[in-house]
C-alpha cells in the first residue's frame, strides 16, 4: 500500500484544513488508518485513527472536538477535517497504515506516507 497525503498549508488560528491521504490497491477496506503529526523537537504523536470498517475511532485529548477523521471507500481516502486550528497544531502531519488497529494508534504502522505541513500562525 502506498500512501499520498495531501492538504497542508498555512492558515491563522481559527482557521480551517482538511487533509487527505490516498492509498494506492484495492484492499484500502482491509487496513486501519491514522493520522500522526511531528512538530520540531518533539516525537511523532497520534492526532486520531479510525478503524477498518469506520466504526472505531481515536482522538488525541488536544483535538477532540475539533478534529474529525473520515474516510471514502470509493476513493480510497482517508481524511482529517481541522478546525479551529491552533499555533501549538503546527507540524508535519503523516498518514499510516496498518491491518492492526493497536499498531495504528502506536504509531508501529505498517504503511506511512510522506507528510504535508500545516503552519497555524497567531
Known amino acids: 500500500v502506498q500512501l499520498q497525503a495531501s492538504g497542508g498549508g498555512m492558515v491563522q488560528a481559527g482557521g480551517s484544513l482538511r487533509l487527505s491521504c490516498v492509498a494506492s490497491?484495492?484492499?484500502?477496506?482491509?487496513?486501519?488508518m491514522g493520522w500522526f503529526r511531528q512538530a520540531p523537537g518533539k516525537e511523532r504523536e497520534l492526532v486520531a485513527a479510525?478503524?477498518?470498517?469506520?466504526?472505531?475511532?481515536n482522538y488525541s485529548g488536544s483535538v477532540t472536538g475539533r478534529f474529525t477523521i473520515s474516510r471514502d471507500y470509493a476513493k480510497n481516502t482517508v481524511y482529517l477535517q481541522m478546525n479551529n486550528l491552533k499555533p501549538e497544531d503546527t507540524a508535519v502531519y503523516f498518514c499510516?497504515?496498518?491491518?492492526?488497529?493497536?499498531?495504528?494508534?502506536?504509531?508501529?504502522?505498517?504503511?506511512w506516507g510522506q507528510g504535508t505541513l500545516v503552519t497555524v500562525s497567531s
Open positions: 499510516t497504515a496498518d491491518a492492526s488497529f493497536i499498531r495504528t494508534t502506536t504509531a508501529r504502522g505498517s504503511y
Open positions: 490497491g484495492r484492499t484500502f477496506g482491509v487496513y486501519d
Open positions: 479510525i478503524s477498518a470498517s469506520g466504526d472505531r475511532n
